[in-house]
Every structure is written in C-alpha cells, then in structure tokens.
C-alpha cells in the first residue's frame, strides 16, 4: 500500500469533508491508496457553465485493470472526489455531498455501459466554500464491500442541495462514461450540447483485497469486457 501524491493547496476549508483548491486531480498525503481509478486527465479550462444545479448524481465509468493491478483478486473504494469551480457570484455556499460506487449494466441497444444498482455509498459530507476558485471535493466512503477487480463499475456523487458551480473537463469527450442524473434518470453527458469539449473529472482511491468467497473474478468482468 502506497501513499497518493499530494495536491498544490491554496485555501483548505474543511467542514466535515475533504475539501482543497487545486489545479488538478490528486490527492493529500493522509489518504492511503494501492491506485487510482476514474478520470485522472488534468483540467483543460474553461470549466462548464448553466449546467450544475446540485440536487443531483454523478457517475463515472471506471474498469480498474486499465489503472491498476490487484493480485488479491478485489478492490474496495476508500474515496470518491471530483473537480468543481466557483465564481465569485456563486460564493458563499454550504453544501452535503455523498459518494459511492455502482454496478455498470451493459445495454446491447445502445452499445455503452449504464449505471446500475448501488454497491456502496457513504454518509453526506458538510462542505463550505467561502472563495472563488477551483476545488477538489473528496467524500470518503467507509465500509464499503471488496468486489472482483477486473469488472466495470462507476464512481459516483449525489449533491443533496441547490446551487450553482462551473464543471471543470479534461478536453477529450467520449460517450458512456459519465452520466448526470438530475432526478429524471441517467443522461449520458455526451449527448449534452454544453459537455462536448470533455469529460467531467471525477476519480477514487481504492485498496486491494481479497474478494469475499462466492465473488469470482474473471466471469462476469471477462463477458462484459467483450463489448468495451
């Protein structure tokens, strides 16, 4: 187990939560991780705006071998974060957030992975924001069950309140990955006007282990691989 690199901080505002201006996706030095998985792209400016209104879910598509390796056989998510930025007209605010990971469905009529039902999901986490800026939110989600390494999942975060940010991308759009929900179902991002120059970055930490017996690794994560 390896310590993660630490984020360029600015201003660090904890309420309850993790919360650290950045310049990219990383994380600070008390979050023990083997690797990371989601989007690690770095920001590419400008950040999206008219489109973030809380009170919704995010979700992330993520197959962990692409990132990393777990010779145990699981993974277990320890943190979920994602980049947010505010103007000054959008400070101060005050916020809960939680996070977690979900199953990835495969539609054959569409072609894409879809998010499916929760695996794990944290406690909502309190944050404040009080300056303008670009923000790294990491929730963390404990307990949260070691499933098989080598299978599609998604990152996700629900915003429990109303208000107003800018969605930072990477700059490199592509379909299926990232999903909004803002309480009429999952919309893929791609398909959205104001998302087409790039991905949301949204990324977690997760640690090996050893699957709980009955979970068999290299099944159902081989069969959905074969339509990625």
């Known amino acids: 187990m390896k310590l993660s690199r630490i984020l360029l901080l600015m201003v660090l505002l904890p309420v309850m939560g993790s919360i650290i201006a950045a310049e990219q996706p990383a994380q600070d030095l008390t979050v023990k991780t083997d690797f990371q998985v989601g989007n690690l792209n770095p920001f590419v400016p400008?950040?999206?705006?008219?489109?973030?209104?809380?009170?919704e879910k995010f979700a992330y598509l993520i197959f962990p071998p692409d990132q990393g390796t777990c010779n145990e056989g699981?993974?277990?998510?320890?943190?979920?974060?994602?980049?947010?930025?505010?103007?000054?007209?959008?400070?101060?605010?005050?916020?809960?957030?939680?996070?977690?990971?979900?199953?990835?469905?495969?539609?054959?009529?569409?072609g894409r992975f879809e998010p499916g039902?929760?695996?794990?999901?944290?406690?909502?986490?309190?944050?404040?924001?009080?300056?303008?800026?670009?923000?790294?939110?990491?929730?963390?989600?404990?307990?949260?069950?070691?499933?098989?390494?080598?299978?599609?999942?998604?990152?996700?975060?629900e915003y429990l309140d109303p208000f107003e940010a800018l969605l930072p991308t990477d700059g490199?759009?592509?379909p299926g990955i990232v999903y909004n929900d803002k309480g009429t179902g999952w919309?893929?991002?791609?398909?959205?006007?104001?998302?087409?120059?790039?991905?949301?970055?949204?990324?977690?930490?997760?640690?090996?282990?050893?699957?709980?017996?009955?979970n068999t690794t290299g099944t159902w994560g081989n069969v959905k691989s074969l339509y990625r």
């Not at 400008?46 to 009170?55: A, C, Q, R």
């Open 172 to 174: 490199l759009p592509e």
């Open 46 to 55: 400008p950040s999206v705006p008219d489109l973030f209104t809380g009170n």
């Open 74 to 110: 699981g993974i277990q998510l320890e943190t979920v974060s994602m980049l947010l930025e505010f103007d000054p007209t959008q400070v101060p605010v005050t916020f809960a957030v939680q996070g977690g990971l979900l199953d990835a469905i495969w539609n054959p009529a569409m």
């Open 187 to 214: 919309i893929d991002m791609f398909d959205l006007k104001k998302t087409a120059g790039g991905k949301i970055i949204v990324w977690g930490d997760v640690i090996c282990c050893e699957p709980a017996v009955g």
């Open 117 to 157: 039902e929760e695996i794990c999901m944290g406690l909502p986490e309190i944050f404040e924001i009080v300056e303008p800026g670009l923000y790294t939110i990491t929730v963390p989600v404990p307990d949260c069950s070691c499933v098989p390494w080598d299978d599609y999942y998604f990152l996700t975060l």
